[in-house]
T-cell receptor
Framework: DAGVTQSPTHLIKTRGQQVTLRCSPK?????VSWYQQALGQGPQFIFQ???????QRGNFPDRFSGHQFPNYSSELNVNALLLGDSALYLC??????????????FGPGTRLTVL | AQSVSQHNHHVILSEAASLELGCNYS??????LFWYVQYPGQHLQLLLK??????LVKGIKGFEAEFIKSKFSFNLRKPSVQWSDTAEYFC????????????FGKGTLLTVNP
C-alpha cells in the first residue's frame, strides 16, 4: 500500500520564476492538504483540496494556488517566487468521505530553494 | 486564531532518562490534539492523538500524552528514552473536525545520547 508520494524531491528556482509541486495521496484517500515548513519552524497550512475544490485556506497570498485532479492527486503552484518561499513543502492526505479517517498522513516533502 | 507553543526548542537526554515535552495551545473551543514525530531523513509520522474520552492517550513506541483542559496543555511523556527516539517532535491542534487544518508548534528537537 503506497503512502503519500511527492515530486520532485528537490528543486532550485530563481526569484520571479514559477514552480509546480506534485502530490499523490495514500491509496483510498480523497483529500489533500499542503503545508509549508520553513527552516526551524513547524509546518504551516497552505490549503486543502477535496472533490477538486479548495476547501480551506491558510494565510498565504494568491501567488499560492492549487489543483486537485479526478484521481485525487494534487498540484501546488507558486508564482513570482520570493526568497522567503524557500522551504520544505509537505503534502498530507486523508479521507473525508464515507468512512473517513481521522488522521492526516504526510509525504516526504519537496525541498524548494529560491536563489 | 489557534496557536501552539512548544517551550523546549532542544532537549538532550541520556538513554533511560524520562522525557516530558511541553505543549500548550490557545483556542477556546473543542480541539483535537496530535503529536507527530520526524526521525532524521524521514517524513512526519503520527505518534498519538486525542479527540475525546480518556485524557491520557497512549501512542506508538511507548509514548503517552495527557490532555489537561484547564491548562490548555497536551504534554508528551515517555518513561525511558532510547537512542532511536532522537527526532524532532511536533505538537499540533485542529478544530471543527479531524480533517480540518492542523496548526503546528515550532517543534522540539530531542537528542538522546547513548
Amino acid at each position: 500500500d503506497a503512502g503519500v508520494t511527492q515530486s520532485p524531491t528537490h528543486l532550485i528556482k530563481t526569484r520571479g520564476q514559477q514552480v509546480t509541486l506534485r502530490c499523490s495521496p495514500k491509496s483510498g484517500h480523497d483529500t489533500v492538504s499542503w503545508y509549508q515548513q520553513a527552516l526551524g519552524q513547524g509546518p504551516q497550512f497552505i490549503f486543502q483540496y477535496y472533490e477538486e475544490e479548495e476547501r480551506q485556506r491558510g494565510n498565504f497570498p494568491d501567488r499560492f494556488s492549487g489543483h486537485q485532479f479526478p484521481n485525487y492527486s494534487s498540484e501546488l503552484n507558486v508564482n513570482a517566487l520570493l526568497l522567503g518561499d524557500s522551504a520544505l513543502y509537505l503534502c498530507a492526505s486523508s479521507l473525508l468521505g464515507t468512512g473517513g479517517t481521522d488522521t492526516q498522513y504526510f509525504g516526504p516533502g519537496t525541498r524548494l530553494t529560491v536563489l | 486564531a489557534q496557536s501552539v507553543s512548544q517551550h523546549n526548542h532542544h532537549v538532550i537526554l541520556s538513554e533511560a532518562a524520562s522525557l516530558e515535552l511541553g505543549c500548550n495551545y490557545s483556542y477556546g473551543g473543542t480541539v483535537n490534539l496530535f503529536w507527530y514525530v520526524q526521525y532524521p531523513g524521514q517524513h512526519l509520522q503520527l505518534l498519538l492523538k486525542y479527540f475525546s474520552g480518556d485524557p491520557l492517550v497512549k501512542g506508538i513506541k511507548g509514548f503517552e500524552a495527557e490532555f489537561i483542559k484547564s491548562k490548555f496543555s497536551f504534554n508528551l511523556r515517555k518513561p525511558s528514552v532510547q537512542w532511536s527516539d532522537t527526532a524532532e517532535y511536533f505538537c499540533a491542534v485542529n478544530s471543527g473536525g479531524s480533517n480540518y487544518k492542523l496548526t503546528f508548534g515550532k517543534g522540539t528537537l530531542l537528542t538522546v545520547n547513548p
